[in-house]
Antibody, heavy 116, light 109 residues
Framework: QVQLVQSGSEVKKPGASVKVSCKASGYTFTSYGITWVRQAPGQGLEWMGWISAYKGNTNYAQKLQGRVTMTTDRSTSTAYMELRSLRSDDTAVYYC?????????WGQGTLVTVSS | QAVVTQEPSLTVSPGGTVTLTCGSSTGAVTSGHYPYWFQQKPGQAPRTLIYDTSNKHSWTPARFSGSLLGGKAALTLSGAQPEDEADYYCLFSYSGARVFGGGTKLTVL
Protein backbone atom coordinates (compact mmCIF):
# COMPACT_ATOMS: atom_id res chain seq x y z
CA GLN A 1 0.00 0.00 0.00
CA VAL A 2 1.09 3.56 -0.64
CA GLN A 3 2.71 5.25 2.34
CA LEU A 4 4.45 8.54 2.93
CA VAL A 5 6.39 8.50 6.17
CA GLN A 6 7.86 11.73 7.47
CA SER A 7 10.73 12.43 9.82
CA GLY A 8 10.19 13.27 13.46
CA SER A 9 9.51 16.51 15.30
CA GLU A 10 12.12 19.22 15.39
CA VAL A 11 12.84 22.14 17.70
CA LYS A 12 14.91 24.92 16.17
CA LYS A 13 16.13 28.35 17.19
CA PRO A 14 15.27 31.44 15.16
CA GLY A 15 17.63 31.81 12.23
CA ALA A 16 18.37 28.10 11.98
CA SER A 17 17.37 25.69 9.20
CA VAL A 18 15.27 22.54 9.22
CA LYS A 19 15.12 19.69 6.73
CA VAL A 20 12.06 17.43 6.78
CA SER A 21 12.04 14.11 4.93
CA CYS A 22 9.18 12.20 3.35
CA LYS A 23 9.90 8.58 2.45
CA ALA A 24 7.57 7.06 -0.13
CA SER A 25 6.74 3.40 -0.59
CA GLY A 26 4.16 1.27 -2.36
CA TYR A 27 4.33 2.99 -5.74
CA THR A 28 6.82 4.07 -8.39
CA PHE A 29 8.31 7.18 -6.80
CA THR A 30 9.05 8.95 -10.06
CA SER A 31 5.45 8.64 -11.30
CA TYR A 32 4.08 11.48 -9.16
CA GLY A 33 5.24 14.74 -7.69
CA ILE A 34 5.36 15.61 -4.02
CA THR A 35 3.49 18.58 -2.58
CA TRP A 36 4.45 20.24 0.71
CA VAL A 37 1.83 21.89 2.91
CA ARG A 38 2.08 23.41 6.37
CA GLN A 39 -0.38 24.27 9.09
CA ALA A 40 0.38 26.69 11.91
CA PRO A 41 -1.29 25.95 15.26
CA GLY A 42 -5.02 26.56 15.04
CA GLN A 43 -4.72 27.86 11.48
CA GLY A 44 -5.59 26.69 7.99
CA LEU A 45 -3.53 24.91 5.39
CA GLU A 46 -0.78 26.71 3.48
CA TRP A 47 0.60 25.42 0.18
CA MET A 48 4.40 25.58 0.23
CA GLY A 49 5.35 24.10 -3.10
CA TRP A 50 5.71 21.07 -5.33
CA ILE A 51 8.54 19.03 -6.78
CA SER A 52 8.52 16.57 -9.64
CA ALA A 53 9.97 13.29 -8.44
CA TYR A 54 10.88 12.50 -12.06
CA LYS A 55 12.66 15.63 -13.25
CA GLY A 56 13.20 17.51 -10.00
CA ASN A 57 11.65 20.72 -11.22
CA THR A 58 9.99 22.77 -8.54
CA ASN A 59 7.32 25.39 -7.97
CA TYR A 60 7.45 27.32 -4.70
CA ALA A 61 4.98 29.61 -2.96
CA GLN A 62 5.99 33.19 -3.59
CA LYS A 63 6.21 34.06 0.10
CA LEU A 64 8.77 31.29 0.69
CA GLN A 65 10.94 31.93 -2.36
CA GLY A 66 14.57 32.20 -1.30
CA ARG A 67 14.05 30.36 2.00
CA VAL A 68 12.74 26.98 0.86
CA THR A 69 14.35 24.21 -1.17
CA MET A 70 12.64 20.98 -2.16
CA THR A 71 14.66 18.03 -3.39
CA THR A 72 14.25 14.33 -4.00
CA ASP A 73 16.52 11.30 -3.78
CA ARG A 74 15.26 8.76 -6.29
CA SER A 75 17.61 6.08 -4.94
CA THR A 76 15.76 6.06 -1.62
CA SER A 77 12.34 7.31 -2.82
CA THR A 78 12.59 10.19 -0.41
CA ALA A 79 11.58 13.82 -0.77
CA TYR A 80 13.05 16.61 1.33
CA MET A 81 11.92 20.09 2.26
CA GLU A 82 14.47 22.48 3.72
CA LEU A 83 13.42 25.79 5.22
CA ARG A 84 16.10 28.33 6.20
CA SER A 85 16.22 31.46 8.33
CA LEU A 86 13.48 30.11 10.55
CA ARG A 87 11.18 32.52 12.36
CA SER A 88 8.65 31.95 15.10
CA ASP A 89 5.82 32.08 12.56
CA ASP A 90 7.32 29.06 10.81
CA THR A 91 6.16 26.98 13.77
CA ALA A 92 3.75 24.52 12.17
CA VAL A 93 3.01 20.95 11.23
CA TYR A 94 4.57 20.24 7.85
CA TYR A 95 2.96 17.67 5.56
CA CYS A 96 3.99 16.00 2.33
CA UNK A 97 1.38 14.68 -0.10
CA UNK A 98 1.50 12.70 -3.34
CA UNK A 99 1.64 9.07 -4.31
CA UNK A 100 -1.12 9.16 -6.86
CA UNK A 101 -2.86 11.37 -9.33
CA UNK A 102 -4.59 14.02 -7.27
CA UNK A 103 -2.19 13.89 -4.29
CA UNK A 104 -4.17 11.13 -2.70
CA UNK A 105 -1.75 10.20 0.06
CA TRP A 106 -0.44 12.28 2.93
CA GLY A 107 2.38 11.90 5.37
CA GLN A 108 1.61 11.89 9.08
CA GLY A 109 3.01 15.39 9.54
CA THR A 110 6.14 16.75 11.17
CA LEU A 111 5.91 19.35 13.92
CA VAL A 112 8.57 22.02 13.63
CA THR A 113 8.80 24.36 16.59
CA VAL A 114 10.84 27.54 16.31
CA SER A 115 11.67 28.97 19.69
CA SER A 116 14.54 30.71 21.38
CA GLN B 1 -1.26 36.50 -4.80
CA ALA B 2 -4.83 35.42 -5.39
CA VAL B 3 -7.19 35.00 -2.46
CA VAL B 4 -9.48 31.98 -2.24
CA THR B 5 -12.64 32.52 -0.21
CA GLN B 6 -14.71 29.90 1.62
CA GLU B 7 -17.65 30.11 3.99
CA PRO B 8 -16.14 30.15 7.50
CA SER B 9 -18.75 27.81 8.88
CA LEU B 10 -21.82 25.87 7.83
CA THR B 11 -24.28 23.61 9.61
CA VAL B 12 -26.18 20.69 8.12
CA SER B 13 -28.68 18.31 9.66
CA PRO B 14 -27.99 14.59 9.63
CA GLY B 15 -29.21 13.23 6.32
CA GLY B 16 -29.37 16.71 4.85
CA THR B 17 -27.61 18.29 1.90
CA VAL B 18 -25.12 21.15 2.01
CA THR B 19 -22.95 22.85 -0.58
CA LEU B 20 -19.60 24.39 0.30
CA THR B 21 -18.16 26.88 -2.16
CA CYS B 22 -14.82 28.45 -3.04
CA GLY B 23 -14.42 31.68 -4.92
CA SER B 24 -11.35 33.31 -6.41
CA SER B 25 -10.33 36.95 -6.16
CA THR B 26 -9.22 36.77 -9.81
CA GLY B 27 -12.71 36.08 -11.13
CA ALA B 28 -14.75 33.05 -12.09
CA VAL B 29 -13.35 29.67 -11.12
CA THR B 30 -12.85 27.34 -14.07
CA SER B 31 -11.62 23.82 -14.60
CA GLY B 32 -8.26 25.42 -15.35
CA HIS B 33 -7.91 26.15 -11.62
CA TYR B 34 -7.93 22.35 -11.07
CA PRO B 35 -9.95 22.63 -7.84
CA TYR B 36 -9.16 20.22 -5.05
CA TRP B 37 -11.16 19.55 -1.89
CA PHE B 38 -9.75 18.23 1.37
CA GLN B 39 -11.30 17.07 4.61
CA GLN B 40 -9.49 17.46 7.92
CA LYS B 41 -10.60 16.20 11.29
CA PRO B 42 -9.04 17.40 14.57
CA GLY B 43 -5.58 16.03 15.16
CA GLN B 44 -5.43 14.30 11.78
CA ALA B 45 -3.68 14.92 8.50
CA PRO B 46 -5.87 16.23 5.71
CA ARG B 47 -7.53 13.75 3.37
CA THR B 48 -7.94 14.46 -0.31
CA LEU B 49 -11.58 14.02 -1.35
CA ILE B 50 -11.81 15.60 -4.81
CA TYR B 51 -9.25 16.64 -7.42
CA ASP B 52 -9.50 18.40 -10.77
CA THR B 53 -12.99 19.73 -10.00
CA SER B 54 -14.90 16.49 -9.71
CA ASN B 55 -12.64 13.44 -9.64
CA LYS B 56 -12.91 11.24 -6.59
CA HIS B 57 -10.41 8.95 -4.94
CA SER B 58 -11.35 5.38 -4.17
CA TRP B 59 -11.96 6.31 -0.53
CA THR B 60 -14.16 9.32 -1.23
CA PRO B 61 -17.68 8.53 -0.04
CA ALA B 62 -20.24 8.65 -2.85
CA ARG B 63 -22.21 11.31 -0.95
CA PHE B 64 -19.50 13.88 -1.77
CA SER B 65 -19.36 15.46 -5.21
CA GLY B 66 -17.41 18.32 -6.74
CA SER B 67 -18.52 20.77 -9.42
CA LEU B 68 -18.39 24.31 -10.72
CA LEU B 69 -21.37 26.39 -9.70
CA GLY B 70 -22.08 30.04 -10.40
CA GLY B 71 -18.42 30.93 -10.99
CA LYS B 72 -17.20 29.05 -7.94
CA ALA B 73 -15.98 25.58 -7.12
CA ALA B 74 -18.48 23.61 -5.09
CA LEU B 75 -18.41 20.57 -2.84
CA THR B 76 -21.85 19.08 -2.28
CA LEU B 77 -22.55 16.66 0.52
CA SER B 78 -25.79 14.77 0.06
CA GLY B 79 -26.99 12.76 3.04
CA ALA B 80 -24.68 14.15 5.72
CA GLN B 81 -23.40 11.75 8.35
CA PRO B 82 -22.11 12.63 11.82
CA GLU B 83 -18.62 11.58 10.74
CA ASP B 84 -18.65 14.29 8.06
CA GLU B 85 -18.21 16.95 10.74
CA ALA B 86 -14.79 18.39 9.91
CA ASP B 87 -12.90 21.27 8.35
CA TYR B 88 -12.97 21.40 4.57
CA TYR B 89 -10.41 23.18 2.42
CA CYS B 90 -10.30 23.90 -1.27
CA LEU B 91 -7.14 24.46 -3.31
CA PHE B 92 -6.78 26.25 -6.63
CA SER B 93 -3.96 26.33 -9.15
CA TYR B 94 -2.80 29.64 -10.60
CA SER B 95 -0.38 28.82 -13.40
CA GLY B 96 1.36 26.22 -11.27
CA ALA B 97 1.34 28.01 -7.94
CA ARG B 98 -1.46 26.87 -5.67
CA VAL B 99 -3.50 28.63 -2.99
CA PHE B 100 -5.69 27.18 -0.26
CA GLY B 101 -8.95 28.67 0.86
CA GLY B 102 -9.30 29.58 4.51
CA GLY B 103 -11.41 26.52 5.26
CA THR B 104 -15.03 25.82 6.18
CA LYS B 105 -15.93 24.32 9.53
CA LEU B 106 -18.85 21.99 8.84
CA THR B 107 -21.06 21.04 11.76
CA VAL B 108 -23.51 18.15 11.47
CA LEU B 109 -26.26 18.90 13.94
Amino acid sequence: QVQLVQSGSEVKKPGASVKVSCKASGYTFTSYGITWVRQAPGQGLEWMGWISAYKGNTNYAQKLQGRVTMTTDRSTSTAYMELRSLRSDDTAVYYCAGGSRGDGYWGQGTLVTVSS
Amino acid sequence: QAVVTQEPSLTVSPGGTVTLTCGSSTGAVTSGHYPYWFQQKPGQAPRTLIYDTSNKHSWTPARFSGSLLGGKAALTLSGAQPEDEADYYCLFSYSGARVFGGGTKLTVL
